[in-house]
């Protein structure tokens, strides 16, 4: 049994790191007043641009810059929609995650001419687990050599990566100018822009925050998670992800746990493939898979009271004159 929960919970860990790095993401751009319901777009675009450029480089690194890159650029071009143009935030969103989900398969048919998929990568062209000084030493050693061996030791740098990142966000949003700037811009731009600050230079600011972190969960996908990109392999983690920020009320330490429970959840929906319940048999691979958003859309509907977000997220502003 205890062998279980730490096999649990480490895939909780693995599971959870894309879903972390794009709800702090939002996190950014939600609190500067932009929603982002791009995200899904955006870690599709950037876990194809990883994978097919760290198949072409032969270098993992170069799949993550240029991953940064392509999601940093569908930012901007959210960013000039929706701030510049004073477009419909939502529609501009949707749009992106149309763009993204179109032309990655297109691009990868065209390119590489698998299908949409990229070429499977090799050890040297995607991020590998880490053992930890010791690890192996202490394997053996009942219950703390499980803990560490399996749980704390094990996983690739951009899992270690996405649970830094939040307290270096915490920091970010409450302790440094930036952050005070970013939460009235959300809360009130109107004041913001009294005080001489560029609402729309710091929205843009946020976005692209928003951007590189979005890019690096893309990768995580498709060099990390996987060893290639396959068509749609984001299968909804930008939408759990904003799922997971609203869960945590836009705050970084809740958000992880949001995060980390609907891991958890996927995590044991894998676990639960093929297993046999009393009185029910064996458990339908379809309930498996669902089990993730109805537990996500119960947790949110009734479990967590009443989420308030930024007062002027949604809202474009009109700079008074």
Avoid at 145 to 166: C, P
Avoid at 212 to 219: N, Q, V
Wanted: charged share 10%.
């Amino acid at each position: 049994m205890y062998e279980s929960i730490i096999l649990i919970l480490d895939a909780t860990l693995r599971v959870s790191a894309p879903l972390i790095l794009a709800a702090l993401a939002g996190l950014f751009s939600e609190r500067s007043g932009i929603v982002n319901i791009a995200l899904e777009g955006k870690i599709l675009a950037s876990a194809f641009a990883a994978a097919a450029t760290a198949s072409v480089t032969g270098s993992v690194m170069f799949g993550l810059f240029a991953a940064m890159a392509t999601s940093t650029l569908l930012s901007l071009l959210h960013g000039f929609a929706c701030i510049t143009h004073r477009g419909d935030q939502i529609v501009s969103g949707v749009a992106i995650n149309m763009l993204a989900a179109g032309l990655t398969v297109t691009l990868g048919g065209y390119w590489f001419g698998l299908g949409g998929q990229t070429p499977p990568l090799t050890e040297t062209q995607r991020f590998t687990s880490i053992t930890l000084p010791g690890a192996d030493a202490v394997a053996d050693i009942p219950v703390i050599g499980l803990l560490y061996s399996e749980l704390i030791s094990g996983h690739n740098i951009l899992v270690y990566f996405a649970l830094l990142l939040v307290p270096i966000c915490w920091w970010v949003v409450y302790k440094t100018r930036f952050g005070l700037r970013l939460r009235a811009a959300g809360e009130n731009p109107h004041a913001v822009d009294t005080a001489g600050i560029s609402v729309a230079w710091l929205r843009y600011r946020a976005l692209i925050c928003a951007g590189i972190l979005t890019g690096i969960a893309g990768a995580y996908l498709s060099t990390a998670h996987s060893a290639g990109f396959v068509p749609n392999m984001s299968a909804g983690k930008g939408y759990i992800a904003l799922a997971a920020l609203i869960f945590g009320k836009w705050k970084p330490v809740p958000v992880l746990f949001g995060c980390l429970l609907f891991g958890f959840l996927d995590a044991m929906a894998i676990r639960l493939q093929g297993a046999e319940l009393p009185f029910i048999g064996e458990i339908p691979v379809q309930a498996i898979e669902i089990l993730p958003y109805v537990l996500t859309v119960l947790l949110l509907a009734g479990f967590i009271g009443r989420a308030v977000g930024p007062k002027a997220v949604g809202t474009p502003y009109i700079k008074s004159r």
